[in-house]
């Protein structure tokens, strides 16, 4: 990944509305250390995962979908298995004028004009070449939002659980538990909880295991595996979930996110 980090950085020093680079699908299960940009990111995986980690929260990008990185956001970024996709970086004067991280599906039409957008040289000077780069950022600018993040709390008692949640999944204790926990009164616990995450215990729960699903889907577990490690009573139950959160079932939303 250091050529790809030091093309990423050489990416924020040419002066164009956009340029597009490719993730390398080479290498397994790589890591960047924490880092910022001067350009606005729009990052897309179209196979593997990708996750994208900053102290509010925890962003999974799997197949077909993007993630919106603002300028001087300091990130952390991570690849499950093998990984492709794009990063194009944007110009202030052309982006989203977005300042917080956010998730998008990616059209089919949107994707075929990254692959031929990505053909052209970062330092372009046709007016063909400008045409389908603004062609390219206006697709972005209408890209449909879609929400995959996990947010993390800023209170340290708050983090505690979630850290604990975040490594052991299958612990489902109650209300009470947790707030005994961190010393707190379970009503206390669930208001700055909800205040600090904008999701109940519980909902934070559940997505994060919508998440770390789309993770382990990416990696070719079956549902019956994900369940069993997630602790469900059954597969049904846990497709119940995954579709209140998404509106589709695992196998579905593999389907639509695999087979363009």
């Not at 390219?136 to 939002?145: G, M, R, S, T």
């Amino acid at each position: 990944m250091k050529n790809d980090q030091a093309e990423a950085f050489f990416a924020d020093l040419i002066q164009r509305p956009a340029i597009v680079l490719k993730i390398q699908e080479q290498v397994p299960d790589w890591e960047l250390a924490e880092h910022q940009h001067i350009k606005s990111q729009f990052l897309i995986t179209f196979s593997g995962l990708i996750t994208i980690e900053t102290d509010d929260g925890i962003w999974m990008v799997p197949p077909n979908t993007a993630i919106w990185i603002p300028p001087y956001v300091m990130h952390r970024g991570r690849s499950f298995g093998f990984s492709s996709g794009y990063v194009v970086f944007i110009d202030d004067h052309f982006s989203k004028q977005n300042q917080y991280l956010e998730m998008y599906q990616v059209p089919a039409f949107l994707k075929a004009l990254l692959m031929r957008v990505s053909e052209i040289e970062h330092e372009y000077t046709s007016l063909e070449d400008d045409r389908l780069i603004h062609c390219l950022l206006d697709e972005i600018k209408n890209a449909p939002v879609q929400a995959l993040n996990l947010p993390i709390p800023k209170d340290i008692r708050l983090k505690k659980i979630t850290t604990i949640l975040i490594e052991q999944p299958e612990l489902h204790y109650s209300l009470a538990a947790w707030a005994k926990l961190i010393c707190m009164s379970e009503r206390n616990f669930t208001r700055l909880f909800k205040n600090e995450t904008g999701l109940s215990v519980q909902q934070w729960r559940r997505q994060l295991h919508v998440l770390l699903a789309l993770q382990w889907l990416s990696e070719g577990w079956s549902v019956h595996q994900i369940a069993e490690k997630l602790a469900y009573d059954s597969d049904s139950s846990f497709i119940v979930m995954f579709k209140k959160i998404m509106g589709i079932s695992p196998k579905r939303y593999l389907e639509q996110h695999t087979n363009y």
